[in-house]
């Protein structure tokens, strides 16, 4: 579906593309043919640019308190914004849209195997970027498509539970490591709570509004509203799925939580919301939303996390799964 709704929207801006250079062409001819085409395109990359800026704005509203350590210069800010544009860019007009995947095997598989589950409006296409990460160092990982896009996150359990099944049966292994981006997370979460944690050595989350975010208020379908935090970050509070989430849940499934994330996520407002008690909280700064799965140094640490659990469970196990 998603991949698609994304190609869908390229033939749109094409087709807007396409009207605003016949528009030049005859309103301000002397323009020319290569004037024409360049305004046309810049007027399309202006406005996609315009929503990325428009994300930062509405979460600063809410931003959690940023850490001194953390601040960033006007220079660091630009870096950040157009790193996240080029990420959005990226996903939404290639991989979603034409490089959606279920499952890819490197020739050498060592380590326990990987569940790649995406967020919000997005596919396994997302994970483009992260899947030749993770095939350059041997991890053999799968990818599903959470439907329907705009559902309850609760539907998306049976999908999750299936995939965890397929993906120990094709590999052997009796456990394996969940990654997850944003709403994947929890996803994961409502996964753990009505199936258990005994095929999960590990679960990752990216960005992962675990107490919600301010910015679900303007997205639609009924995950949006299951998603949401209203007010600021001293005051505000989670949404009523949210917080039967958290009273139905072990705190011992916590301790199987890696959430890493981002002080200047433009999507999870207040950032901190992505702070799992319980969890091993690992920060990062100067990295957007969407290219939390895309930056070299966030996939250098799932890889290095993944590894780790992996020896973790060959020691405890006396199975061999790393090479």
């Known amino acids: 579906m998603v991949a698609r709704i994304t190609r869908l929207l390229l033939v749109v801006q094409f087709i807007a593309g396409i009207a605003i250079y016949a528009a030049l062409i005859r309103w301000w001819p002397q323009l020319g043919i290569p004037g024409a085409i360049t305004f046309s395109v810049s007027t399309i990359v202006l406005v996609r640019m315009a929503i990325t800026a428009n994300n930062f704005v509405l979460a600063s509203r809410t931003r959690s308190k940023l850490p001194a350590h953390y601040e960033i210069g006007t220079r660091e800010l630009l870096r950040l914004f157009l ?6 860019m990226f996903t939404s007009s290639w991989t979603m849209a034409f490089r959606a995947f279920s499952r890819r095997v ?19 296409g997302y994970w483009d970027s992260m899947s030749k990460a993770l095939l350059k160092t041997g991890i053999t ?30 590999t052997g292994h009796g456990k394996l490591i969940v990654v997850a981006h944003s709403m994947g997370g929890l996803a994961t ?3 753990l709570r009505g199936h258990g944690s005994a095929r999960i050595a590990k679960a990752i989350t990216l960005g992962t509004p675990h107490r919600g975010t301010a910015l ?5 379908g009924i995950n ?21 989430l958290a009273a139905e849940e072990s705190k011992d499934t916590y301790r199987l ?15 901190t919301s992505s702070w799992l008690d319980g969890a091993k909280n690992i920060e990062f700064h100067a990295i957007g939303h969407v290219a939390l799965g895309l930056h070299p140094l966030i996939q250098a640490e ?20 790393l090479a």
Not at 106 to 124: A, D, F, K, T
Not at 303 to 321: C, F, L
């Open 106 to 124: 490197p020739e050498r598989p060592q380590g326990l195997p990987v569940l790649l589950i995406h967020g919000y409006g997005c596919n396994s």
């Open 257 to 271: 939580f890696v959430s890493i994330y981002s002080h200047h996520d433009n999507i999870i407002s207040p950032q």
């Open 216 to 220: 679900a208020h303007f997205g639609v």
């Open 189 to 191: 979460r409502a996964y």
């Open 141 to 170: 990982h799968h990818a599903i498509d959470l439907e329907p896009v705009i559902g309850s996150i609760d539907a998306y359990t049976k999908q999750i539970h299936e995939a965890v099944e397929a993906l120990c049966r094709e």
């Open 302 to 321: 799932v890889i290095q996390q993944v590894r780790a659990v992996s020896r973790e469970v060959e020691a405890s196990s006396g199975k061999r799964v």
């Open 83 to 88: 790193h996240e544009f080029a990420a959005t």
């Open 224 to 244: 949006t509203h299951q998603m949401r935090w209203t007010a600021v970050e001293e005051e505000g509070i989670a949404s009523d799925w949210l917080l039967q």
